[in-house]
C-alpha cells in the first residue's frame, strides 16, 4: 500500500539523511563532472551550486575535486549533519539555508547540481526557479539532475512538480542535452515506503 508520509516535515528529511548517509555521489553528478574534465582547467577553482543539497553526498565530491560550492537547502538539519561530516573539504563551501520558493543564486555559476529535489518545489515556483538556474549559468555551463515525470506516484500531491517527456524537452531548450535518460518503474524510497518512480535523469550544457 502506498504510504503518504509529510515530506515537508524536518524529521522526514532528518530520517531520509540518515538513510542515505554515506552513499556516493550521484550519477547525473558523475557524468557532468567526467565532462568538466574533458575540458580545459581553469585558472581559478569552478563554481558550482548544489541545489537541496541535504547532507551533502554531492556537494562533498565537487569539494573533495577542488570546486566551490555553494549548497542550498530549505532545511537546518541538512547543513548541521554537512558541516559536522568528517570527509567535508569546508574552505570551499558557502552553506545557504533557502528555500526553492525565494531562490537567489550569483551569476558565472557553472554548474548547478539539483539532486532528486526539484519535485519539492511548489508548481507555481518552478518556472521562476528554472529561469534562475539559467540566469545563472554561464555559456557552457552545466545543469544537472532530476526532473521527476508526470507518471510517478508523487503526482498525488498537489505541492509537487512534475513534467511529461514534451515538457521536459521544452524546459531542456536552451541547453544541449548531453545526457537524458528516463526511469520508469515500481520501488520505494529510502526510508522504504512504496512508490512509483518516474524520473528524467538529465546533464545539459547551455548553449553558449
Ligand atoms: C530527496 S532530498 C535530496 C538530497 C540530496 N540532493 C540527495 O541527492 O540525496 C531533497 C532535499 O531537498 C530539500 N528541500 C525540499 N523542499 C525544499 C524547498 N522547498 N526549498 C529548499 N530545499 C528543499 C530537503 O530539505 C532535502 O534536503
Redesign the pocket.
Same mark, same amino acid.
Given at each position: 500500500m502506498m504510504q503518504t508520509t509529510d515530506?515537508?516535515s524536518g524529521q522526514h528529511?532528518v530520517n531520509?539523511?540518515k538513510a542515505?548517509e554515506g552513499?556516493p555521489p550521484?550519477e547525473t553528478l558523475l557524468k557532468a563532472l567526467a565532462t568538466f574534465d574533458s575540458e580545459l582547467s581553469p585558472k581559478q577553482p569552478r563554481l558550482a551550486v548544489?541545489? *537541496?543539497? *541535504?547532507?551533502?553526498?554531492?556537494t562533498v565530491e565537487l569539494l573533495r575535486r577542488g570546486w566551490r560550492v555553494i549548497a542550498?537547502?530549505?532545511?537546518q538539519?541538512?547543513f548541521d549533519r554537512l558541516l559536522n561530516r568528517s570527509d567535508l573539504h569546508r574552505e570551499l563551501l558557502e552553506p545557504q539555508l533557502?528555500?526553492?520558493?525565494n531562490?537567489a543564486l550569483p551569476n558565472n555559476v557553472d554548474l548547478v547540481?539539483?539532486?532528486?529535489?526539484l519535485t519539492?518545489?511548489?508548481p507555481d515556483c518552478f518556472p521562476s526557479l528554472w529561469q534562475k538556474v539559467l540566469t545563472a549559468l554561464k555559456p557552457g555551463g552545466r545543469f544537472c539532475g532530476q526532473l521527476f515525470g508526470d507518471r510517478d506516484s508523487w503526482t498525488k500531491f498537489p505541492n509537487r512538480t512534475h513534467h511529461t517527456h514534451t515538457q521536459v524537452e521544452t524546459l531542456l531548450q536552451p541547453y544541449e542535452v548531453e545526457w537524458l535518460e528516463e526511469e520508469e518503474h515500481p520501488g520505494v524510497t529510502?526510508i522504504g515506503e512504496e512508490k512509483y518512480w518516474h524520473l528524467f535523469h538529465i546533464v545539459a550544457r547551455k548553449i553558449a
Open positions: 515530506h515537508t528529511w531520509y539523511y542515505v552513499r550521484r548544489d541545489l *537541496g543539497c *541535504g547532507d551533502g553526498r554531492d542550498i537547502d530549505g532545511e538539519k541538512a533557502m528555500r526553492f520558493e531562490l547540481n539539483a539532486s532528486f529535489c519539492f518545489c511548489p529510502a
